[in-house]
C-alpha cells in the first residue's frame, strides 16, 4: 500500500465515523463497525468513541504510515434515513461496486440532506406523538389534544434551537417552563380540572431521554465504561433540566393563575392503548427520519415489543415483562438486518421507545421531590431500574440467541 492510497483511505474512515457518530451511533457499534471496514479497506485501527469525541488511531500493515486524529463532537441525533443510506455506501465500496473517491463524494451528499419529511410532516409527528402519548397515559379527550398542541409549540422550539446556540443550551428546561405556563393558563381559563403535570410532561415526552438511558446502560454492560457514563450523565442531566423548567413553570403558573383543581375524567376504552402505539409509532417515522421502505419493519418492531411487554405482564412482574419485551424486539432486528442487509438499529430504536421508562424517571423524579404522584404508580423507583436492566439484558440475550450479522 501506498501513501496516496493510504491517505485516501483513512481520511474515508474518519469521514465515515463522524457521520456515524453524528447519527447517533452507540459507541459499541460504532468501534465494531469501523474496524470491520478498515479491516475490509486493508488498514489496522483502533477507535474511541464518546458523546462529545471521537478518537482515530490507523496504520499500515509494517507501521511504514501512520495517523491519528481527534475531533470534538456534539452529541448526535438519530437519522435513520442517513444511517441506512451510510450504510448502503459502505456495503458497495466494500463489495467493490464504488471506488474510494465515489464513496467519499457520496458521503458529502448524504450529509447535506435534510430529513425526506420535511418541516411541516415532522411538525405534526411532533403533535402526533406527543398526544399519543397521552393517550397511552390514559388522559381523557380534552387533555389529548391539549397534549398535541402543546407538542407543536414544542416543535417550533426545536426549529429556533437549529438556528440560535443560546436557544439549543436551553432548549429542554425552556420548552418545558412555557408549557406548563400555558397549561395552567388553559386549566385556568378554557378547560378547568385538567391533569396540568401528565399534559406538560406529555408535551415534553420528546426531550423525555428515556432511550439515551438505555442506550448509555447498553454501552456500559459493553465495557464501554467512558462512553456509556457520559452518555447516561448527559440523559439524567437532560431530565433535571426538564424536570426544572417544567416545576418552575407550574409555580409561576399559579401564582399568576391560581391553582387547578384536578378532575378525573372518564377512563378511555381499552383500545385506545392500541391506537395510542400506533399513533406514537407513526409519528416517530417522522422524527427518526426513517426511510419509506422501513416504514412496515418499524411499525412491526414496535408492536412485536409492546404486546411481548403486555402479554408476559400477565404472567409476571412488569419488569421482567420488559425482559421479553426486549427480547422479542432484539430476535426481530437481528432478523431485519439478515434480511434486508439493513443495520438493526433502524427497527430497534422504534420499538425500545415504547419500551423505555423514560416517562415513569419524570414521574419518580416529580414524587421525590414534590411528594405527589399525577398518575398511578406504586415503588416506581424499583420497577424503574429493574426495567432499564431488563432491557439491556433482553438485547444481549437476542444477540446471543440470534447474532446479528451487521455492527450497526
Known sequence: MDTEEFIQIRRFIVKLGKMLHKYGTPAFRLEAYLLEVASYLGVHASFISTPTSLTFVIWSDRHEDEYNHASRLLPGDLDMNALSLTDELASSLLS????LAEADKRLDEIDAMGSP???????????????????????????????????LLAYVWTLWSQRSK??????????????ALLTCAI????DPGINIPLIVLSSVIVFVPGLALTMGLAELSSRNMVSGTARTMDAVMQLFKLYFGAFLGVSAGFSLFGENVYQPAESLPYWATWLSVFLLCLALVAIFRTRVKHIPWAMAAAFIAYSATAWSSDYMSQGLGAFVGAFALGL????????????ATIVAMHGLIVLVPGSKTYIGLNSFIS?????????LGQEVFLIFMSLVAGLIFANVVMPTKKAL
Open 371 to 379: 411528594g405527589q404522584d399525577f398518575v398511578q404508580a406504586d415503588h
Open 117 to 151: 419529511y420535511g418541516k411541516w410532516l415532522t411538525g405534526g409527528a411532533y403533535g402526533m406523538a406527543t398526544s399519543a402519548f397521552a393517550m397511552l397515559m390514559g388522559a381523557s379527550w380534552a387533555e389529548i389534544g391539549w397534549s398535541g398542541l402543546l407538542g
Open 166 to 179: 443560546r436557544v439549543n443550551l436551553m432548549l429542554e428546561p425552556a420548552t418545558a417552563f412555557i408549557a
Open 332 to 343: 426481530f432486528a437481528n432478523a431485519f438486518t439478515r434480511i434486508a442487509n439493513q443495520p
Open 187 to 190: 386549566g385556568t381559563y378554557i
Open 96 to 99: 467493490g461496486d464504488l471506488t
